[in-house]
């Protein structure tokens, strides 16, 4: 078994019995995997891309038990000592944990963006969380303004939400 695939199911037995956080990082993983597919990101960098999207929201239970809500702000402080300690046990490269827990760290920051698989985590995790928020049709063409920059990602959120192609 590769280390997406320990990793994928360490997720699962992390959020094990709450089945909506784990259909969230499923899914953030699948549309990630997918646009740094179609936008030829390197094998490194997509890997460290599929690694960020699965453990991205790892901080919220830590936030939640320490201050008892998960802000965006909070999960990214909580969150990258948790991948940190995930990924080291799995095996990962030095340099995949240390972006991987980057990506963590601001997966909720939209400005600056340094990186393609940055860039594409966000686009990815917008693209579930529009959905799971039923966010209202103004709120999702302004995300589709701000938020989606590759090609790959700004076609699926038209296609998946009916935008008009401006």
């Known amino acids: ?13 992390y959020y094990q019995g709450d089945a909506a956080r784990i259909q969230h990082f499923v899914k953030v993983h699948s549309f ?35 201050y008892g809500y998960s802000n965006g702000k909070l999960q990214e402080q909580e969150g990258p000592p948790l991948a940190l300690e995930m990924l080291e046990n799995l095996g990962f490269d030095v340099p995949v944990i240390e972006r991987v827990c ?26 579930v969380n529009l959905y799971e928020e039923a966010v209202h049709e103004e709120g999702v063409k302004a995300a589709y303004e701000h938020i989606f920059k590759t090609e790959t990602a700004r076609n699926i959120c038209r296609m998946m939400f009916e935008i008009e192609k401006r």
Do not use: C, F, S
């Not at 078994?1 to 037995?13: C, F, G, S, T």
């Not at 936008?39 to 830590?62: K, N, P, S």
């Open 1 to 13: 078994m590769n280390r997406l695939h320990q990793l994928y199911m360490e997720m699962i037995r």
């Open 32 to 66: 990630a995997k997918y646009i740094g597919e179609a936008e030829g990101l390197t094998e490194t960098v997509q890997l460290t891309l599929e690694a960020a999207a699965l453990v991205h929201d790892i901080g919220i239970r830590a936030a939640e038990k320490k």
């Open 102 to 127: 980057y990506l963590v760290a601001h997966h909720h920051t939209y400005e600056p963006v340094d990186g393609l698989d940055y860039r594409i985590l966000l686009e990815a995790d917008a693209l």
